[in-house]
């Protein structure tokens, strides 16, 4: 089993910028490494959406249409670790934010994860 722990939420006013951060631990190994890392966001009364995917080289990256150019993935396999940083906070950014992983080398949709993390909360305020 892999569990993932995510990190950095909190309250920010739009424009603001904040950075999340998920941990990977148990039996990550090699797994980890060759795992495809993606965040996901749930707002209330939404279903839960993708926001962004990372390869498992950490060469491919994708984003959300409304993310692009506003938030970066990244990853960090010496540290098992994966991270996202968000700019440009908006309002309707605001939203429980979930790390994923895959046994997949890349993985873009939620049906293609195995592992979540609990969540971190975001809110942006006006």
């Known amino acids: 089993q892999v569990q993932l722990v995510e990190s950095g939420g909190g309250l920010v006013q739009a424009g603001g910028s904040l950075s999340l951060s998920c941990a990977a631990s148990g039996r990550t190994g090699r797994t980890f490494s060759v795992s495809a890392m993606g965040w996901f966001r749930q707002a209330p009364g939404k279903e839960r959406e993708f926001v962004a995917a990372i390869s498992w080289s950490g060469t491919s990256t994708y984003y959300a249409d409304s993310m692009k150019g506003r938030f970066t993935i990244s990853r960090d396999n010496a540290k098992n670790s994966v991270y996202l940083q968000m700019n440009s906070l908006k309002p309707e950014d605001t939203a429980v934010y979930y790390c994923?992983?895959?046994?997949?080398?890349?993985?873009?949709?939620?049906?293609?994860?195995?592992?979540w993390g609990q969540g971190t909360q975001v809110t942006v305020s006006s």
């Open positions: 994923a992983a895959s046994v997949r080398p890349i993985a873009t949709i939620l049906d293609e994860y195995d592992y």
